[in-house]
């Protein structure tokens, strides 16, 4: 069956240091995968998009690397600050055509000052 | 920047009746998408509008509910005979071919 795993459910690191989250993925084949952050009782905000013939991506402090062998992403927050608190969701969009985004469960970054 | 806007934020209703969520997608886009998030599990979605109609739907989005694009702005979400398992924050999206814009959700309570 299709399965999307976002490692730990919570991740606590310190200030200024560099946040890897990792999302992996079972029986898709994704065009993109893209990754958004959640606050508490807010909706989705987009970060980044990767496709499925780039090997990395990067917007100001985010960077995003695309695996299609390993199946996997790794998503990393360098220079962390307080604000980067927040769960960060892992999306899978373009598996057989369907533009429809399946979700992982999240990862829960905490930044400690 | 641009937003895609619900309302109402919360919403309260007695199982059995109906409910018409709403949202306003942003302009130019071409894809509208509605999802949900029940407390604490994942964001899943529902059904996705494309050119005036339904362009995919999952197993969740059955006949108990309904889209619809009234006008040139409004996308709206009904649920008919609600029912406890249908309380859940839910978020309107939209896409113009580059990432999605969610709104702020619509929390329905379903007692």
């Known amino acids: 069956s299709q399965k999307i795993e976002q490692n730990s459910e919570a991740l606590n690191i310190q200030e200024g240091k560099t946040a890897t989250l990792t999302c992996n993925y079972t029986?898709?084949?994704?065009?993109?995968l893209q990754w958004y952050r959640q606050d508490p009782g807010r909706g989705p905000v987009f970060l980044l998009l990767i496709r499925e013939n780039e090997k990395e991506k990067r917007k100001e402090r985010l960077k995003v690397t695309f695996d299609t062998t390993l199946k996997q992403s790794l998503f990393h927050i360098t220079a962390s600050q307080p604000a980067d608190s927040a769960t960060y969701l892992c999306?899978?969009?373009?598996?057989?055509?369907?533009?429809?985004?399946?979700f992982g469960s999240g990862t829960r970054l905490q930044v400690q000052p | 920047e641009p937003e895609v806007t619900q309302t109402p934020s919360h919403q309260v209703t007695q199982m059995g009746q109906e409910v018409i969520l709403r949202c306003v997608p942003i302009s130019n886009h071409l894809y509208f998408y509605w999802y949900r998030q029940i407390l604490g599990q994942k964001v899943e979605f529902l059904v996705s509008?494309?050119?005036?109609?339904?362009?995919?739907k999952s197993e969740i989005f059955d006949d108990q509910f309904s889209v619809e694009r009234p006008d040139g702005s409004n996308f709206t979400l009904k649920i008919r005979s609600t029912k406890l398992e249908d309380s859940a924050m839910y978020f309107c999206?939209?896409?113009?071919?580059?990432?999605?814009?969610f709104g702020s959700g619509t929390r329905l309570t379903v007692v």
């Open positions: 999306a899978l969009e373009g598996d057989t055509g369907r533009r429809a985004l399946t």
């Open positions: 509008f494309y050119n005036n109609e339904i362009s995919e």
């Open positions: 999206a939209s896409g113009g071919g580059y990432g999605y814009t």
């Open positions: 029986n898709y084949s994704p065009a993109y």
